[in-house]
């Protein structure tokens, strides 16, 4: 039996693969992506030497970098905290769904200064509607 039979993969109507995935350990990514990192090194090779998409490699080194492949990574993440599920005690009334709301707005005597992310800012003095800002800072924020 030659090399190539023995990793015989099924395959959909379509070509995709079946069955199980492979699973990898933290140790398993990080390895690989410090491949990545080697001098001339390029994740296609790296990717090709694991039977890998080059995508999945960028993934893990988009982890790598927020330090999410770090062995405690796993054990920090899975802490879990209490939860208690209980009904509401408080039920709105009909006479509480009929109270018209205005817009929100800033008084008059203030003034905010907003800072974009650009270096931009924009200073708004006076009565503002909040809801036209939030669609003003949105336009600015596009640009």
């Known amino acids: 039996m030659d090399a190539s039979a023995e990793h015989i993969v099924a395959t959909d109507t379509l070509g995709r693969r079946t069955g199980p995935r492979r699973q990898y350990t933290l140790e398993e990514k990080r390895q690989?992506?410090?491949q990545t990192h080697a001098r001339g090194a390029?994740?296609?090779?790296?990717?090709?030497r694991h039977d890998l998409n080059p995508n999945q490699i960028f993934a893990w080194r988009r982890l790598y970098r927020q330090g999410l492949l770090k062995a405690?990574?796993?054990e920090a993440s899975a802490s879990m905290l209490p939860?208690?599920?209980?009904?509401?005690?408080?039920?709105?009334?009909e006479?509480?769904?009929?109270?018209?709301?205005e817009p929100a707005r800033v008084g008059s005597d203030s003034s905010i200064e907003i800072k974009l992310a650009n270096g931009d800012s924009l200073i708004v003095?006076?009565?503002?509607?909040?809801?036209q800002l939030a669609r003003?800072?949105?336009?600015?924020?596009?640009?």
Request: net charge positive; charged share 30%.
């Open 95 to 101: 006479r509480a769904a009929r109270v018209r709301k």
């Open 136 to 143: 003003i800072i949105k336009v600015l924020t596009r640009r």
């Open 125 to 131: 003095r006076g009565a503002v509607d909040v809801k």
């Open 32 to 34: 690989i992506v410090q």
């Open 72 to 74: 405690d990574a796993s």
């Open 83 to 93: 939860v208690k599920v209980s009904t509401p005690t408080v039920i709105p009334s």
């Open 42 to 48: 390029s994740v296609s090779l790296v990717a090709r």
